[in-house]
Nanobody, 122 residues
Framework: VQLQASGGGLVQAGGSLRLSCAASGRSFRNTVMAWFRQAPGKEREFVAAFRWTEYYADSVKGRFTISRDNAKNTVYLQMNSLKPEDTAIYYC???????????????????WGQGTQVTVSS
């Protein structure tokens, strides 16, 4: 099972980026797919997840949108109104046996992508 994240880059504050995460090796139709991020010197934190509905961290709610295309085994993260504090490495993750109460916990996920760097300049 592999998750391949892409779409990161350098953008000015207020700009937008769209991240993609393509899954291969099995169907992820019935799994939770999520995005986490890790800034330098900080813990990896939850950003957004999608099962039958969407879940967001308070810090990104209203600015980021997670979506998925099951036919392509791909999950997306549309990031708008980016802020310098959004700068981090963004990781996609997938989990097959996640209960709703743990959907924001990184330890609940079985599979991780390699990460893609997002840098927002002020």
């Amino acid at each position: 099972v592999q998750l391949q994240a892409s779409g990161g880059g350098l953008v000015q504050a207020g700009g937008s980026l769209r991240l993609s995460c393509a899954a291969s090796g099995r169907s992820f139709r019935n799994t939770v797919m999520a995005w986490f991020r890790q800034a330098p010197g900080k813990e990896r934190e939850f950003v957004a997840a999608f099962r039958w509905t969407e879940y967001y961290a308070d810090s990104v709610k209203g600015r980021f949108t997670i979506s998925r295309d099951n036919a392509k085994n791909t999950v997306y993260l549309q990031m708008n109104s980016l802020k310098p504090e959004d700068t981090a490495i963004y990781y996609c993750a997938a989990g097959a046996r996640i209960i709703t109460s743990t959907i924001t916990e990184k330890t609940a996920y079985d599979y991780w992508g390699q990460g893609t760097q997002v840098t927002v300049s002020s």
